[in-house]
């Protein structure tokens, strides 16, 4: 049984109510933004605050972190950090700091999230400004091994094709190495990475969301997000459906990575299984999108 946080860190009045762990590239930036505009809702002032997994921050404390929030009475405080769920550490770190929470994960078809990264990073490679900026915010203070390896890539002179960066973190699973970054493949195994939650928490600490059901139905969405934690809000005050930081890549030849696509599908198809099984629900992630 592992031990509880102390009750100073469980009663303090703006510590968050629930938080958004993830996936990467799945829209918890519009999530983040639909909540945090309803009545009875209180985001983070920023929304990714890297405090579970970055040591830098976490250094910091639970004081530094809590003046995030908004100490607003009624208000279901809340921020997003789409590496939460991917990061080892980050489980234990929420546990002991502040015992039950509950979370909402937002999926996405991993192979359709591993492109998009790889196409997000492309494009920061491709704007030195932006690069610069990327790297003063996100990668400067993260773990060392990570941090160097990051650097090289946000910096390399002649951004790797899609085909090598997948197999380049491929091999990094295979050799089971202890950076975490880069992790275009990596960070689609879902189905490990919320067991690693399961060790502390309960199947019944999370909603999971799917980012292409989201988009089709924000309010449904928002919906079954105030039922789980048992409150009401006024979705009649309108939801915004703008889809916000949606990536627009120029010059993406999906039909050239075809191969690729297949052979992730082949390398996901298991775990996408076990993690329907554990949820209990399906998603519809297979190649038919691909012009074949």
Partial sequence: MHGMPPLSCLTTPNRPDFLILGVQKSATTALFDVLDSLEGFAGSSSKELHFFDNDFNYQKGNEWYLNFFNAKVGAKKFEATPSYIYMREVPG????????????????????????????????NGNRQTADYIYDTFIKNTNAGSMEALRDLLYAEEFPSFEQCVNDDLTRRQQCSSNEEPSFVRRGFYYEQILRFLEFYSLEDFLFLEQEEFGRDVAG??????????????????????????????????????????????????PNQKLFSLIGKEYPWNPSWLSL
Avoid at 97 to 108: A, D, E, Q, T, Y
Avoid at 234 to 242: E, R, V
Wanted: with cysteine.
């Fill in 221 to 270: 969405s928002i919906s079954r997000i105030c039922d789980f934690l048992e409150i009401e809000s006024d979705l009649d005050s309108g939801i915004a459906q703008k889809i916000s930081n949606k990536g627009d890549y120029e010059d993406v030849a999906v039909d050239t990575h075809s191969q690729v696509f297949l052979k992730l599908y082949d390398l996901y198809r298991e």
């Fill in 93 to 124: 770190r929420i546990y002991n700091n502040f015992g039950s929470m509950k979370f909402i994960v937002m999926l996405r078809d991993p192979v359709k999230r591993c492109f998009s990264a790889w196409n997000m990073f492309r494009s920061f």
